[in-house]
């Protein structure tokens, strides 16, 4: 069997059984991501079990854009108008806030260099979108501060998404022996 054909079969193993943990997760009024971290681990675990290696950009392809689907699916257009400005100002502000200081308390702890440190920080920077909805719908949010909250993570993935670009463009050409 091709490689390519191989990775896409396990990324919709992944996504079936992430889907089948999530409902799990309901039954038991447990968080969904934190059950199929929990489920991950485990599994990850288990002596005997093989490395799974699966392009990333197979990830980006399958997994991503549904979840983006569902969530901005539920956003009212008429909100995201409404909040236009400051979801700008948070999924661009935001972000490169939150990697900037992951990356210099990273380069502070850590003997990671400070372009690596940057790289972790961008990695770590963006809300997920689906968590956030569930969470506003669980707080009963106002609608237009969930429709500010959810549109800020739906819209900081691009930011993350470059920035993380930029940050592996410059860990590269600054090499790992840079401090």
Known sequence: MEA????????????????????????LRVPPPSLLVVVGLVVGLLPGVAAIRIAPELVSLIVLPPLLFAAGEELSWNELRRVGCPVAVLSLGL???????????????????????????????????????????????????????????????????????VAVTVAVLVGPSAA
């Open 4 to 27: 390519g054909t191989r990775g896409i079969e396990i990324v919709l193993l992944f996504v079936g059984v992430a889907t089948a943990g999530a409902a799990f997760a309901r039954r």
């Open 95 to 165: 972000v490169l806030a939150s990697a900037g200081a992951v990356g210099a308390v990273a380069a502070l702890v850590t003997p990671l260099p400070l372009s690596m440190a940057f790289l972790l920080g961008a990695v770590l920077a963006s809300t997920d979108p689906v968590a956030v909805a569930a969470l506003g719908r669980r707080l009963s949010l106002p609608p237009r501060l969930q429709a500010l909250v959810q549109a800020e993570s739906l819209f900081n993935d691009a930011t993350s998404l470059i920035l993380f670009r």
